[in-house]
């Protein structure tokens, strides 16, 4: 059976690389796709790291919860982190105390991600605003400033900043309506692209990571002899191996198992006995299968967050 899913694999792999080899290097949506990928725009009511399905990977207890603004809420903030197919989206969920929408916008726009892997690709640009509107939801930007992209930006940098805020609003809104950027007095440009019309979000599978761990998350202590683990994938027969690592050492490893592995991201998780670990400061690791060990493609993504064994 894994010999037929390999040789079905290698030839998606095989297809979609040449298929994508005459595009330009600078568009986020142009990496060859490795192990379980393909370019499938999925529905809505199947499970899909894709903005707008942010309830099929919330938040568990102990990460906050959207309860309201004056208890705080937590948004899905997508940052930028690097894999062997160039810079993709990440997310991860963060607390706000004010409006989500804006606050999420705001975290997008030179905030700070909890994940020292992660990074966002916008300057600083100063949202003023974020409205859910007349089917879309209306961005509004200074009027000044970052009509072209800044000083190394590069043109696929600059989609994939818009894809940060697309993703990001879509998935605190929880649902996929156009976004809209409006500026006054000045071209409507921002980062040498056109915002006349609204923006959607890209396929997923081009712009995000392949493996996305939602817990632990990064810098939580974990009490007990279970660590809960969990995330989304697009990984090789729907397998993804993980890791705990101890400094450079690996202490434990494994696999889990995710709900599907064609053409989206699924949710997966794992309920891992450390009970045999002293306390102390570990590292986990999910990755997307490599079934060629190597051989072909560019190799897994992988995602980390480090925590604490109490």
């Known amino acids: 059976m894994r010999t037929a899913s390999l040789a079905l694999y290698a030839a998606l792999t095989v297809g979609l690389a040449s298929g994508l080899s005459a595009c330009s290097e600078d568009e986020p949506t142009d990496d060859p796709a490795p192990a379980g990928a393909t370019a499938t725009e999925t529905p809505t009511d199947e499970p899909t790291q894709e903005p707008g399905d942010e309830g099929s990977e919330s938040p568990t207890e102990g990460e906050g919860e959207a309860s309201g603004e004056a208890a705080g809420s937590a948004v899905p903030v997508y940052y930028v982190g690097d894999t062997p197919q160039g810079p993709r989206l990440f997310r991860e969920f963060q607390q706000v105390?004010?409006?989500?929408?804006?606050?999420?916008?705001?975290?997008?726009?030179?905030?700070?991600?909890l994940d020292p892997?992660?990074?966002?690709?916008?300057?600083?640009?100063?949202i003023e605003s974020v409205q859910a509107t007349d089917g879309v939801l209306l961005v509004t930007i200074p009027g000044d400033g970052f009509t072209d992209r800044p000083d190394g930006m590069s043109k696929r940098s600059a989609r994939l900043a818009v894809q940060q805020l697309v993703y990001t609003l879509q998935g605190v809104q929880q649902e996929r309506v156009p976004v809209q950027v409006q500026r006054t007095g000045s071209d409507p440009v921002l980062f040498g692209i056109s915002t006349e019309a609204p923006f959607t979000a890209a396929d997923p599978i081009t712009v995000s990571g392949l493996v996305n761990v939602t817990t632990p998350e990064q810098g939580a202590t974990v009490e007990g002899d279970t660590l809960e683990a969990s995330g989304v994938a697009s990984s090789f027969e729907a397998t993804v191996p993980w890791e705990i690592l101890r400094g450079d050492e690996v202490v434990l490893d494994g696999f889990a198992t995710a709900s599907g592995w064609m053409g989206k991201l699924y949710p997966w998780q794992a309920s891992i006995d450390v009970s045999t670990l002293e306390p102390g400061d570990y590292t986990f690791v999910a990755r997307t299968d490599d079934p060629s060990g190597g051989a072909e493609g560019a190799g897994p993504h992988e995602d980390t967050k480090d925590f604490t064994l109490g």
Not at 118 to 125: A, D, K
Request: hydrophobic fraction near 30%.
């Open 117 to 126: 892997d992660y990074r966002t690709e916008w300057p600083g640009v100063g």
């Open 97 to 113: 105390s004010g409006d989500p929408l804006l606050e999420a916008a705001g975290l997008v726009d030179g905030g700070t991600p």
